[in-house]
């Protein structure tokens, strides 16, 4: 299989694990049903019986987002073999793939990081693209911080120790 399906495949895979378990199920479960509809009418039955035990799987473990990541690998499995018996369903796969994605709920990810030195250590924390390093480094009894001011020193007025 070429880079580009292999990466369809995943995404679709991903996409209809995604779908499973959401507001937008019933429509996901019955495009993905069409699309192996290919095969016969049999094989829509059973991978509709198939979407709806993994779905049921989603739905009642606890680990929702583990089961979701032990489902992509059988599903892509699953899209890999129809696009070789029917490369002419890989058009077909895009759309239901666009289609479903724009039925998903849409997530946001609030991160917070906390980075902590100790004992004189020094510590470092980004994330994300475009990220910029700031090193704070605080003087040790004895040593001179930056600026020429010692710990336990105050600046003119100024009452708090450096």
Do not use: K
């Not at 704070?136 to 020429?148: D, I, Q, S, V």
Request: proline content about 6%.
């Amino acid at each position: 299989m070429t880079d580009p399906m292999s990466a369809l495949v995943m995404t679709g895979a991903t996409t209809i694990v995604a779908a499973m378990a959401t507001s937008g199920w019933e429509s996901a479960r019955a495009r993905v049903a069409e699309l192996f509809g290919r095969r016969g009418d049999d094989e829509v039955t059973a991978i509709a019986v198939q979407l709806d035990g993994d779905a049921h799987l989603v739905a009642d473990e606890e680990d929702t987002e583990g089961v979701r990541e032990e489902l992509v690998r059988p599903w892509a499995r699953r899209l890999a073999a129809l696009l070789r018996e029917h490369p002419e369903a890989t058009e077909e796969l895009r759309r239901v793939v666009e289609e479903v994605a724009a039925g998903l709920p849409r997530t946001e990810h609030h991160w917070t990081q906390n980075v902590t030195a100790h004992s004189g250590g020094t510590a470092f924390g980004t994330q994300g693209p475009g990220s910029s390093v700031h090193i704070h480094r605080y003087a040790t009894a004895g040593e001179t911080a930056p600026g020429g001011a010692v710990p336990g020193d105050t600046a003119p007025g100024d009452s708090s120790p450096a």
